[in-house]
């Protein structure tokens, strides 16, 4: 985990410092669409979640709704698919994590180049789940649960959603996103997810 987390630090400066260096002027159209594919890292803050969720993958997609030549603005959503571990705390296994994180945000051209900082505000649904196992050796209820079986619980969680990162506009459509989000989920757990990816304009 540590080493994915350095990994991922360092693709995030490789990204920023390769989008700075870039000097050349893009063709200028105005596409309303993009849709996106990155893969997003859970940063471990010692709780519940972010200990036991590996990131895996996510999908955006935004419209730009308004525009000028400085600012753009755009709506839409993005879905994040977590990997849960086998032996979580207590003899629990976690399943997958799902997050649909609809929002809304501000991308700025403030150099001269496609290296655009932006952020975006949303509100995310956290749908996540774990299986107890049960044994002969534990103590239960015979009336609900039998010995050697099993027992899946669902939560359903919200979150309001900060989201800052850059993005890097290539000639033909094509960008290169990196950002960071954060999930207050309530006072004991938050999540802080790391994203990197690749995106199309159409």
Do not use: C, W
């Amino acid at each position: 985990m540590k080493f994915m987390k350095i990994y991922s630090f360092l693709l995030f400066f490789v990204a920023v410092g390769f989008a700075q260096a870039q000097e050349e002027k893009l063709v200028n159209e105005n596409k309303p669409f993009s849709v996106g594919l990155h893969y997003v890292a859970n940063l471990n803050n010692e709780n519940l979640l972010s200990e036991n969720y590996n990131g895996i993958a996510g999908l955006d997609a935004k419209y730009v709704f308004a525009s000028t030549d400085v600012v753009k603005f755009d709506g839409g959503f993005s879905f994040d698919y977590l990997n849960g571990s086998k032996k979580g705390q207590y003899g629990l296994t976690y399943n997958a994590m799902t997050v649909i994180n609809p929002k809304i945000g501000i991308e700025v051209a403030v150099f001269k180049s496609g290296f655009k900082p932006f952020v975006s505000l949303g509100y995310a649904f956290v749908n996540y789940s774990y299986t107890i196992k049960f044994n002969s050796l534990q103590n239960y209820d015979p009336m609900f649960i039998s010995a050697n079986s099993e027992k899946k619980i669902k939560y359903n969680e919200s979150s309001f959603s900060l989201q800052p990162g850059f993005r890097y506009y290539f000639k033909k459509l094509i960008y290169l996103e990196t950002s960071y989000k954060y999930l207050p989920i309530d006072n004991t757990i938050n999540m802080h997810f790391f994203n990197i990816g690749l995106g199309v304009q159409f």
